[in-house]
């Protein structure tokens, strides 16, 4: 197994891993779009500077999972906005199919505005997005390591602070990002009675140089 | 409380077994020790005892004596 950072040219794997989600979660907007919207979505994620897209291949080239954040969510709906046109052209076939997510695309659009009081994520900072893996992967232990490395990244890159959603629903990934060391620093209650907790992690105290590294003996 | 204590302490409750359960427990094993619990189990273990597992470490972690001599062996953690 190894990592890279996604480019244009993996849009179709990233956009097959992320629909294929609603497989085993399959509550939320991004449960509901079809293919079209998700691929215009990460076509303007994947053009963003700030993006950074961290995928698992294994060694025949297969794309098992990928950890996706922004170093400026600011700019990052800035850049969704921009795009707005484009991403209602792309979702046109899920509206079809369902007229009520028109409402709830318009309401995450005015969710990106900064002055919104209705939030859906973290609006400020860095951000952690998604983390996705391919459920009928059988190493999926690596998850957990491309998730860290992740993290690593945006370190590197210069986030202290990074900000990402749990929802209570998903009990264990919750527990686990407490015992990864983040912290719950608020709560929403979405539309659909969905709990969401907004989360911290300090990543200087994460990768603090002072923890025991392997010794090498 | 020493060290192997705080060892079978963080097994026990990231997996939800008693420390009598934990002797031959093997990845996979019992119904919590999937890959979420593995992540939760590999951050509760860095998270007691300060240090931070490499790749290599993460991934061997295949037991629950595997993980102790992995902690002895490159992490100096005496048991």
């Known amino acids: 197994m190894h990592f890279r950072l996604a480019k244009l040219s993996d849009i179709n794997e990233i ?23 998700f691929k215009q979505y990460y076509k303007i994620l994947l053009s963003d500077p700030n993006e950074i897209i961290l995928y698992a291949e294994d060694s025949d080239g297969y794309i098992c999972g990928f ?43 005015r969710s990106t505005n900064a002055n919104s009081e209705q939030k859906f994520v973290t609006a400020t900072g860095a951000r952690g997005e998604y983390w996705v893996w391919d459920k009928n992967n059988k190493d999926s232990v690596w998850s957990t390591v491309l998730y860290n490395k992740s993290l690593e990244i945006m370190h590197l890159l210069g986030s202290r602070f990074v900000r990402f959603e749990v929802d209570t629903i998903n009990s264990r990934i919750l527990l686990f990002h ?16 969905r709990e969401r907790i907004l989360m911290c992690i300090d990543l200087d105290k994460k990768f603090s140089k002072a923890k025991i590294k392997k010794t090498g003996i | 409380m020493n060290t192997l204590e705080k060892y079978n302490k963080v097994f026990s409750e990231s997996l939800e077994l008693n420390i009598d359960q934990l002797s031959g427990l ?10 979420v619990g593995h992540m939760t189990l590999v951050a509760a273990i860095e998270d007691e005892f ?13 037991s629950y004596e595997k993980g102790k001599t992995i902690l002895t062996n490159s992490y100096g953690i005496e048991f």
């Open chain 1, 67 to 109: 950890a996706s954040s922004t170093l400026d969510v600011e700019a990052q709906f800035r850049k969704l906005r921009k795009h707005k046109i484009s991403l209602a052209i792309a979702a046109i076939p899920s509206f079809i199919l369902n007229p009520k997510l028109v409402f709830e695309a318009w309401k995450r659009y």
């Open chain 1, 15 to 37: 956009v097959s891993l992320h629909y294929n989600v609603r497989d085993t979660y399959s509550v939320g907007f991004f449960s509901k779009m079809r293919k079209s919207f």
């Open chain 1, 178 to 193: 407490k015992r990864n060391g983040a912290v719950e620093e608020s709560k929403i209650i979405l539309d659909d009675g």
């Open chain 2, 50 to 62: 300060d240090i931070m597992l490499e790749t290599d470490d993460i991934i061997d972690f295949s």
């Open chain 2, 26 to 35: 093997q990845y996979q094993g019992t119904a919590l020790w999937d890959s």
